[in-house]
C-alpha cells in the first residue's frame, strides 16, 4: 500500500507566499512522475506542475513564472514553492504519484487526500 501525505496549505494574502509538500510512503520500489494538481469549487481538478524522476518540469501556463516544482527522491518528496499568489490560486491542491511497487510490474497513479490553499486579496 502506497499513502500520499500533503502539507504546507493555509491562509495567505494576495502576493504572499506558502510551500507544499507531498510525502510518498509505503510499499515503493520506484516513483517515477509526481505532479501537483488543483481543484477549485464548480471547477474541475487540473494539472498545475509536473516534475520527472530526472528533474524535468511542466507548468500551467497560469503559474509560469510564479510556482516551482521540486523533489527529493531519496526522501520520496515533491515540493511545490508558490509565490506571488493571487486569489485565482484558491484551491485545494492534490499530490500525484506514478508508483512503481515492484520491478518488472505496471505502475499505478497515486493521489494525496489534498491541501486547502486560500488567498485572500
Known amino acids: 500500500q502506497v499513502q500520499l501525505v500533503e502539507s504546507g496549505g493555509g491562509l495567505v494574502q494576495s502576493g504572499g507566499s506558502l510551500r507544499l509538500s507531498c510525502a510518498a510512503s509505503?510499499?515503493?520500489?520506484?516513483?517515477?512522475?509526481m505532479g501537483w494538481y488543483r481543484q477549485a469549487p464548480g471547477k474541475e481538478r487540473e494539472l498545475v506542475a509536473a516534475i520527472t524522476r530526472g528533474g524535468s518540469t511542466n507548468y500551467a501556463d497560469s503559474v509560469k513564472g510564479r510556482f516551482t516544482i521540486s523533489r527529493d527522491n531519496a526522501k520520496n518528496t515533491v515540493y511545490l514553492q508558490m509565490n506571488s499568489l493571487k486569489p485565482e490560486d484558491t484551491a485545494v491542491y492534490y499530490c500525484?504519484?506514478?508508483?512503481?511497487?515492484?520491478?518488472?510490474?505496471?505502475?499505478?497513479?497515486?493521489w494525496g487526500q489534498g491541501t486547502q490553499v486560500t488567498v485572500s486579496s
Open positions: 509505503g510499499s515503493i520500489f520506484s516513483i517515477s512522475d
Open positions: 500525484n504519484a506514478e508508483v512503481w511497487v515492484h520491478w518488472g510490474r505496471a505502475s499505478s497513479d497515486y
